[in-house]
């Protein structure tokens, strides 16, 4: 990305901010309200099997779950890569996009809460009869706003059985708010990872050394956010 595609970026992402911080907290509780929803307690957005439970975070929220459980890091987050069906195809589609640098690290930007070896996020049991969420009262605001958010200043609604049953007004009220304190937080972590991001060299080799790191069982990681920059290793 270069200077000036990023300028473009964080102007855009400056005016969707603020005209973000004009929507109506009531419109979208209306909207809400019609359509209609009930968490059921089935935990199936916290699973694999049952779709995409990627959970991007902010870096606030990684802060807040960090200082309250005395857990560090690595133990919370991971790097927010997207959807693949191995490590192998993760590696060949990073590099075809360029993000792999000239020393085998794969670029990302912004972080998603750990996932366990079966990709169920880390913080619901592995007995799949048990639905509680081991962070629950202070668990992200995706999972807290789930199946709602805002995208291009408009609501929208992921896959979900809870999706339609009846909801009350002040329930609907509470979901809105918290849908567009999201989306705002979202924004905000997003201008300043751009605003901090300064790029990086891609080389001919930076593939073949990130297979090789595969083959040994890790991949090395440098997540762009909004406090900079962090390498990490994932064990693949
Ligand atoms: S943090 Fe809790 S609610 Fe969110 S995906 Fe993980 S287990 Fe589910």
Known sequence: MNENLKEILICELEAELDAAKKISVQEIADEIYSIGFQCLICSKCCRRDFGDNRVAVTTTEIHTIECSYNSRWEEIAEPFVAEAKSPEEECETNAADGLIDEEGNIHTFGWMLRRKKNRDCSFIPD????????????????CSTYPFYMEGLKLNTSECEGVGKEIGAQE????????????????????????NYNGFETGENGKNIAESCLKQGYLNYVVHYSEGSYRIVRNI
Do not use: F, G, M
């Open 172 to 195: 609907s009220y509470a979901l809105a708010e918290l849908v567009l304190k999201r989306y705002i937080l979202e924004l905000e972590d997003t201008i300043l990872t751009y605003k």
């Open 127 to 142: 007995d799949t009869t048990n639905h509680r969420c081991e962070i629950y009262k202070l668990r992200p605001l995706l």
